[in-house]
């Protein structure tokens, strides 16, 4: 399944950590910053249920 994440802030980062680690095919749209650190360091979401780290990320602006 493919799957577009609009949107990288706490709640549609911490679905599609989840989805992309339950094996979806995830690709994140978000710009600026959020952007750019995605494509350096990848995903990295904190939760009490456990860390999800992505690397790498599939991340870009282009929504099309």
């Known amino acids: 399944m493919r799957i577009a994440v609009v949107g990288t802030g706490g709640v549609?980062?911490?679905?599609?950590?989840?989805?992309?680690q339950a094996g979806a095919d995830v690709t994140f749209i978000a710009r600026g910053r959020h952007l750019a650190a995605m494509?350096?360091?990848?995903?990295?979401?904190?939760?009490?249920?456990?860390?999800?780290?992505?690397?790498?990320?599939?991340?870009?602006?282009?929504?099309a």
Request: net charge negative; hydrophobic share 30%.
């Open 12 to 20: 549609g980062g911490g679905y599609g950590a989840a989805l992309a």
């Open 39 to 63: 494509k350096a360091h990848g995903l990295k979401l904190e939760s009490p249920r456990g860390d999800i780290h992505l690397v790498p990320t599939q991340a870009t602006d282009d929504p």
